[in-house]
Nanobody, 123 residues
């Protein structure tokens, strides 16, 4: 059984930093993509960032320049470093993974999802 477990969410003031972590178990994603989506209250789930096994990355325009994504393939883990947080970054952040190669920005390309971790940014 594949599980993705996120941690690191919380409540911060605008301009601060948070790092989210996600560890996968049950299978290796060492050839595929891992990333993050988020969902704000009353809104649809949206793409945030993704990273391939080889290190290629892609970000949503809304977070480009503020967020960084990294992976530790030896730990089957992915991380999201969020700098200069804004109130509009508030939402539930979901870790995603797929064994498929290449950069993936649409939700249906990801086979596995975590339960989500809440990030709240106050002004």
């Amino acid at each position: 059984q594949v599980q993705l477990v996120e941690s690191g969410g919380g409540s911060v003031q605008a301009g601060r930093f948070l790092e989210l972590s996600c560890t996968a178990s049950g299978r290796s994603f060492n050839s595929g993509a891992m990333g993050w989506f988020r969902q704000a209250p009353g809104q649809e789930r949206e793409f945030v960032a993704t990273m391939t096994y080889s290190g290629n990355t892609h970000f949503a325009n809304s977070v480009k320049g503020r967020f960084t994504i990294t992976r530790d393939n030896s730990k089957n883990a992915v991380y999201l470093q969020m700098n200069n947080l804004k109130p509009e970054d508030t939402g539930v952040y979901f870790c995603v993974a797929t064994p498929r190669q290449g950069l993936r920005v649409v939700s249906y390309h990801y086979d596995y999802w975590g339960q989500g971790t809440q990030v709240t940014v106050s002004s």
